[in-house]
């Protein structure tokens, strides 16, 4: 694996799927196009990821998984609460931040026994610690915080010029300075995970690391959103690296599968029933790796779906984990929808299903990686955040790109919240968003249009566009700096 030719790019990820996933795409993308790479994780994250790193190995792509320990006692957190997934209280999250921290000296370690020394960091915005270690071996940190260009501009925007400073109420709308365009944001629907009490220090080293960061990595690509990149690249004074789709590069070599966990359906099973499906029919709910559905939402999402009379394939994550899914679904449901309802409870192999031809739409919470997983797909959405920056997904999805359709989410939705608390999104919602997503009006067409038409454009940007040069860019910018 060491290969003193190759530059040596450290790949540190924060540990949730959704920001671990990109990261190993990332990981087989560096390889792919010749850098060595070493891969930071935890063992009990090694293990979640265990198909695909053995993939990895299957591919005799160079890469090293690197597993922590994480110093969880030291902190306060039982064993094993290695993951942001696993961790409920805000408390915790923030024990979780403080025992990565502590992971500098073990890396710093690491670092220094390689035959080939580090060339550069790539960590994730949520990883600031690790511009300490980039300076103590003299090389960049290159930040990637799993945003579009979109959203990363308002998200800086929003926390530099700190915009909510004089807003108390959540919901009232700001305009925000300095975008290319009017765009109105609230406090409550902008990303802020990490403003509220008790993370100020944490909040405060991310923002002054991004201004240290060398450049920034971005899970997209140029041609999707090129007014948003070169206008964040101006305001933050620095290169951004637009290299995405990033699993597109494995499309096709056997990742899909098991990505990020292991599947709760037979794939098998499920792709034998997506065949027998008819093109472009079926459409596909999933709402990420961490939003949980409360029981009486999953009531109303069966109810919208039976009554749109398409067929459908709905995961479910459902947040009352001792009731059996069929106990919250409404009586007599499986039955009435059996010959057009598959359900998956727990991890689906999405990027596999979203690839199908007989998916024709998403339902999606616009985490950035099922949408740009379902851009890729070339499929229109029907948009449903609920919390971080989804919201502002949601507005590039629906207003920008117009490939989306708003459910019509009034609130924000995180798995802290006490049922009572969540505002539901009615069947009614549900059904009308539904039949016209998957309609044949002049609105539904257009959008399936564009979404084709996005889908090829990611497609060239990988294979022979954009991402692909950029990426080639990077390797060699980042040899040149070590040279
Ligand atoms: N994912 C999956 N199966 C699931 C749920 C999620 O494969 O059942 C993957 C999905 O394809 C995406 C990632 O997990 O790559 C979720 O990231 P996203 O940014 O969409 O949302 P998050 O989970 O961070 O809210």
Redesign the pocket.
């Known amino acids: 694996l060491q290969d003193a030719s190759k530059p040596h790019f450290v790949l540190v990820p924060f540990m ?4 671990t ?2 990261m190993i795409d990332m990981a087989h993308l560096l390889a792919k196009h010749g850098a060595m790479v070493s891969f930071i994780t935890t063992p009990v994250n090694a293990s979640r990821i265990q198909s695909t790193i053995d993939s990895a190995g299957e591919l005799d792509i160079p890469i090293q998984f690197v597993p922590f320990q994480l110093p969880c006692a030291q902190v306060g957190l039982p064993d094993g609460c290695e993951n942001v ?1 696993r961790v409920l209280e805000k408390d915790q999250v923030k024990k979780l931040t403080d025992a990565y921290s502590m992971l500098h000296k073990p890396l710093v370690l690491y670092l220094r026994q390689q035959t080939v020394p580090p060339s550069c960091i790539i960590s994730d915005l949520c990883q600031p610690w690790t511009g300490d270690v980039a300076r103590e071996f003299g090389i960049p940190r290159l930040m990637f915080n ?1 945003f579009c260009a979109f959203s990363s501009l308002c998200r800086y925007l929003i926390h530099q010029d700190m915009v909510f400073e004089n807003v108390d109420d959540g919901d009232e709308l700001v305009v925000l300075p300095g975008f290319p365009h009017h765009l109105e944001v609230s406090k409550a629907r902008s990303p802020g995970n990490f403003n509220s009490p008790g993370f100020e220090k944490f909040s405060e080293k991310i923002l002054d690391e991004e201004r240290r960061a060398d450049s920034v990595i971005t899970n997209s690509f140029y041609e999707l959103e090129p007014l948003y990149v070169d206008a964040y690249q101006k305001r933050i004074g620095k290169r951004v690296w637009t290299i995405g789709p990033m ?1 597109l590069c494995n499309a096709d070599r056997g990742t899909m599968t098991d ?3 292991k ?2 359906v037979n794939e098998k099973h499920c792709m034998e029933w997506l065949d027998s499906m008819q093109h472009g029919s079926v459409l596909y709910v ?6 949980c559905t409360v029981a009486s939402q999953v009531e109303e999402i069966a109810l919208g779906l039976e009554a749109s009379k398409r067929p459908f394939l709905w ?1 479910i ?1 459902s947040d009352d984990r001792t009731t059996e899914i069929d106990e919250l679904l409404p009586e007599g449901f499986e039955g009435r929808t059996r010959c057009r309802g598959l359900i ?1 409870q ?6 596999m299903i ?1 690839s199908h031809p007989s998916i024709g739409g998403f339902v ?8 740009i ?1 379902g851009i890729s797909a070339g499929l229109p959405m029907i948009t449903w955040p ?3 920056e ?1 919201f502002l997904n949601e507005e590039l999805i629906v207003n920008v790109l117009k490939v989306g359709l708003a459910v019509g989410v009034q609130s924000i939705t995180n798995r802290t919240m006490k049922p009572h608390e969540i505002s539901i999104v009615k069947r009614e919602q549900i059904e009308r968003a539904v039949v016209e997503l998957m309609g044949e009006d002049a609105g539904a067409k257009e959008r399936r249009t564009r979404a084709k038409e996005l889908k090829e454009k990611a497609r060239k940007a990988i294979d022979e566009g954009s991402s692909y040069s950029n990426i080639r860019q990077l390797i060699e910018y980042i040899s040149i700096r070590v040279t």
Do not use: Y
Not at 286 to 291: R, T
Not at 346 to 351: D, F, L, R, Y
């Open positions: 949730a799927q959704g920001h996933i990109p997934d799993g699993f990505r990020g966990a599947a709760s999933s709402f990420g790796s961490m939003a995961v994550k998956i727990g991890w689906a192999p999405q990027a979203l999606t919470h616009c985490g950035w990686n099922s949408t997983e609920h919390c971080a989804q």
